[in-house]
């Protein structure tokens, strides 16, 4: 077991410019998830999978934001025309599902840092 | 809506020190509670937790306590070590909402 795995780790990008990032999550976890933290504050939610299908969005996931796990395994990330108000570590989580258990305990990647200039 | 409110940091203390980070919620429903610690340079790592009220979480020498009447789970340890310098995030989840909602980290050093 690997652990969740996020790339890259660090991103510098342009104002404008388009960027993708990668989650590959404990490989027997149906549940991905995404955070976002800025400087000093803790992570905020962005949105979860399970499998393939993308079962919640925050309010914080505005339309230049998508996400997708095709098959089920990998998840991208992508912030389209980056602001720099979108600079920010990018967490990925992933969780098993038991049909008992109210929660489930969410394992974090490193994260992708990312810097809008 | 649902939020955690930590204890401002940074708190330093001195090594064997008692510590006790405050942490209180408010919340819709009956969440469950957690303490997830972020050592340099690595990821978020869950460190305990409780699902109902008076449950008691511990791990690493470090304890929280599900306390309902005053909304709070503050994270306590008897005697800290070097080592346990880190950021200390409070976060809750509601039933039935995987979701974690996090309070804004408290940064801990502890000096030998």
Same mark, same amino acid.
């Given at each position: 077991d690997t652990g969740?795995?996020?790339?890259p780790r660090h991103k510098? *990008?342009?104002?404008?410019?388009?960027? *993708?990032?990668?989650?590959?999550p404990i490989s027997e976890h149906n549940r991905l998830y995404w955070?976002?933290?800025t400087l000093g504050q803790g992570p905020e939610f962005l949105t979860y999978f399970q499998n393939e299908a993308q079962l919640e969005k925050s309010r914080l996931l505005s339309d230049r934001f998508s996400a997708e796990r095709p098959k089920g395994s990998f998840s991208t990330l992508e912030i389209q025309r980056t602001e720099q108000g979108d600079s920010a570590m990018y967490l990925c989580a992933s969780s098993p599902h038991f049909r008992d258990s109210s929660y489930n305990e969410q394992f974090f990647g490193p994260g992708t840092r990312l810097t809008v200039l | %809506?649902?939020?955690?409110? =930590?204890?401002?940091?940074?708190?330093?203390l001195s090594e064997e020190a008692f510590l006790t980070i405050n942490?209180? +919620?408010?919340?819709?429903? +009956?969440?469950? #509670?957690?303490?997830?610690? =972020? +050592?340099?340079?690595?990821? #978020?790592?869950? #460190?305990? @937790?409780?699902t109902k009220a008076d449950d @008691?979480?511990?791990? @690493?020498?470090?304890?929280?306590?599900?306390?309902?009447e005053t909304t709070s789970f503050h994270l306590e340890k008897g005697s800290v070590q070097v080592s346990d310098s880190a950021v200390y995030f409070c976060a809750l989840s509601l039933q039935g909402a995987q979701k974690?909602?996090? %309070?804004?980290?408290?940064?801990?050093?502890?000096n030998p």
């Open positions: 969740v795995s996020q790339d510098i *990008t342009k104002r404008g410019q388009n960027v *993708t990032f990668r989650c590959d955070y976002r933290q | %809506g649902n939020s955690v409110t =930590q204890m401002e940091g940074p708190v330093t942490c209180t +919620y408010t919340a819709t429903g +009956y969440p469950s #509670l957690f303490w997830y610690v =972020q +050592y340099p340079g690595e990821g #978020l790592q869950l #460190l305990l @937790k409780a @008691k979480g511990s791990n @690493k020498g470090f304890e929280a306590t599900y306390r309902k974690l909602v996090f %309070g804004q980290g408290t940064r801990l050093t502890i």
